[in-house]
């Protein structure tokens, strides 16, 4: 059974920093590309960022580029995400999936884990 278990989620303020962690199991997690999504209230599911298998292409979506930045270790069947000058509309539930292709990331939810939350605030 495949299953991603989110962490790292908190509260933080304006401009500083967190990081994600999703570690997967199940699946070969070293043969898969990997995304990060995030939802806030109300809100449709959002792609920020693709990695590939190997950890040596990334991709991230204009509203994050420069600021997040989506890292693994297949020696611990992990993915990461580290998020820098963060901002209030960075507030949202954060999950990694089990793929590379933003569309599939955004519509599929059983390929998610079930989340951690970023909450942004002075």
């Known amino acids: 059974e495949v299953q991603l278990v989110e962490s790292g989620g908190g509260s933080v303020q304006p401009g500083g920093s967190l990081r994600l962690s999703c570690v997967g199991s199940?699946?070969?997690?070293?043969?898969?590309?990997m995304s990060w999504v995030r939802q806030a209230p109300g809100e449709d599911v959002e792609w920020i960022a693709r990695i590939n298998p190997s950890g040596e292409y990334t991709y991230y979506a204009d509203s994050v580029k420069g600021r997040f930045t989506i890292s693994r270790d297949n020696t611990k069947n992990t993915l990461y995400l580290q998020l820098d000058a963060l901002k209030t509309e960075d507030t949202a539930m954060y999950h990694c999936?089990?793929?590379?292709?933003?569309?599939?990331?955004?519509?599929?939810?059983?390929?998610r884990g079930p989340g951690t939350q970023v909450t942004v605030s002075s």
């Open positions: 199940g699946f070969v997690f070293s043969s898969d590309s």
């Open positions: 999936s089990k793929t590379g292709e933003p569309s599939v990331a955004v519509l599929v939810k059983g390929i």
